[in-house]
């Protein structure tokens, strides 16, 4: 434990360094992910513009503490929330570089450091309650490459305009009609199922089912990212993205498995911007296909054994999921912005890479503080009803395990979650201290092994320049 917050102070105080050398300003999510006329009241705070030099640099850190109460179950399996456990702790630091290599083309790198653990090592429920956690082991930070990629943009028009320094942009004119293709290593979530309300849990809710859409089984690695490319045509009217990504080469792996022939995630995005009684809003329309070695829910629980089905032991080749999002979200009034999303995957075939979520329904609120004169504070609250298949769950009521669910039996409920958080903003200090609390109900689908709900409580620190 000693050598785990060595290596996190080491972290912190390379990220100060940087920042007294490049100077500093709050970023918000990449602008690049955005359409024309996207909402941002009740979000991030907006970047600060710096001089246009080439050269874009930022820096952010993120501490996380999650507690829930002791729990009286009345029986546990391999993945179950367990009954009692210390508060844990997890840890994020990254670096977010930028160098523009000519007109319209920039190259951006994101080494990354993270560490710490999810409550029962993010496993017994579906939406798990922190998203900047992961199911890894070795709780001690580690250093890895988040993000190598290069973005060409091409003009569609001559008409420009100014955009900021911002994460993952280098400052400078953009036309305002464009096609741009992203190659290399990234998340898919930095361009589909954006949110200005919902997104990121480093500054908004923490839930795994608020920061994404819950049954997008996106293609990413163990610390959510792949690589790939994204081809987007972007105007102020509409935006269209399509991409196609590596999956992991086994179910919730390090390994990216680079046969695309055999392997691959293709996802398609319509984005419609438009004004509600002069309040901005936008809709969105994500439909993915992955295709990877996953094992049969149904042929799991056909050919269980003694031991009861094991999916792992009926993958083949080339077995497909579908599904779709739908994605919404609107300026209420200059202080306030609602939101919601609808997702559905057929669930045939066993989660990849996400969670075990097969249909999910959120709907949320956010404000600003400036009622109460704490106008860069955010207040946020949300539900959300999580759903599986019916060959999932039978799975799963025949003692099967996924990799984050596996109660030994199951009587069958949807998981209901509510999340409520309030960011206290010191923009001075460029940092925000948000004390979170979320109730769930039925962790991991089950309405009879626990007789009541779960309270999980969590403090996070956030710094970012």
Do not use: C
Not at 75 to 93: I, P, Q, V
Not at 123 to 138: K, V, Y
Not at 183 to 197: E, L
């Amino acid at each position: 434990m000693t050598f785990y917050y060595a290596r996190a102070l080491t972290v912190a105080a390379l990220g100060l360094l940087a920042r007294a050398a490049f100077g500093q300003g709050q970023v918000t999510p990449p602008a690049s992910t955005l359409p024309a006329q996207t909402p941002a009241a009740a979000s991030a705070p907006d970047a600060v513009h710096r001089d246009d030099d080439g050269w874009s640099l930022h820096f952010q850190q993120t501490l996380i503490q999650q507690w829930h109460q002791d729990l009286s179950p009345r029986y546990a399996g391999d993945h179950s929330l367990l009954a009692r456990e210390n508060a844990k702790l997890s840890f994020t630091s990254t670096l977010f570089i930028g160098r523009r290599l000519w007109k319209n083309a920039a190259v951006y790198f994101n080494p990354e450091v993270a560490g710490g653990s999810g409550l029962s090592g993010a496993t017994g429920i579906g939406g798990a309650p922190n998203g900047e956690t992961f199911r890894i082991g070795d709780p001690s930070p580690q250093l890895y490459l988040a993000r190598l990629y290069v973005r060409q943009i091409w003009a569609l028009n001559s008409e420009t305009e100014d955009f900021p320094d911002d994460l993952n942009e280098v400052a400078g004119r953009r036309p305002t009609h464009y096609l741009a293709l992203n190659v290399g290593k990234f998340s898919v979530a930095d361009y589909f199922d954006q949110n200005s309300y919902a997104h990121d849990p480093r500054t908004q809710f923490f839930n795994w089912s608020l920061m994404s859409a819950g049954s997008w089984d996106y293609p990413a690695n163990v610390r959510g990212y792949t690589v790939g490319a994204v081809l987007e045509y972007i105007t102020p009217a509409l935006a269209l993205r399509a991409g196609v990504g590596a999956m992991p080469a086994d179910a919730n792996g390090p390994t990216l498995d680079y046969n695309y022939a055999k392997a691959q995630a293709l996802t398609a995005e319509l984005t419609k911007p438009y004004t509600m009684n002069g309040h901005p809003g936008a809709v969105r329309l994500l439909g993915f296909r992955n295709q990877a070695a996953m094992g049969s829910y149904r042929l799991a629980v056909q050919e269980a054994g003694p031991d009861g089905p094991d999916v792992t032991a009926v993958r083949a080749d080339r077995r497909t999921k579908y599904g779709f999002i739908i994605n919404a979200e609107q300026e209420v009034s200059k202080e306030v912005g609602a939101f919601g999303r609808f997702s559905y995957n057929d669930g045939h075939n066993e989660t990849w890479a996400f969670t075990e979520i097969d249909r999910s329904l959120s709907l949320g609120l956010t404000s600003t503080g400036a009622r109460w004169h704490r106008p860069t504070d955010r207040l946020g609250a949300a539900v959300v009803a999580n759903g599986l298949s019916a060959a999932h769950r039978a799975y799963l009521a025949a003692g099967g395990s996924g990799f984050i669910l596996g109660d030994g039996q199951l009587a069958y409920g949807l998981e209901y979650i509510g999340e409520i958080y309030y960011s206290f903003d010191f923009p001075r200090y460029h940092a925000a201290i948000s004390p979170d609390y979320q109730i769930v109900i039925n962790p991991g689908y089950n309405t009879n092994r626990l007789p009541g709900p779960v309270h999980i409580l969590a403090l996070r620190l956030h710094v970012e320049f």
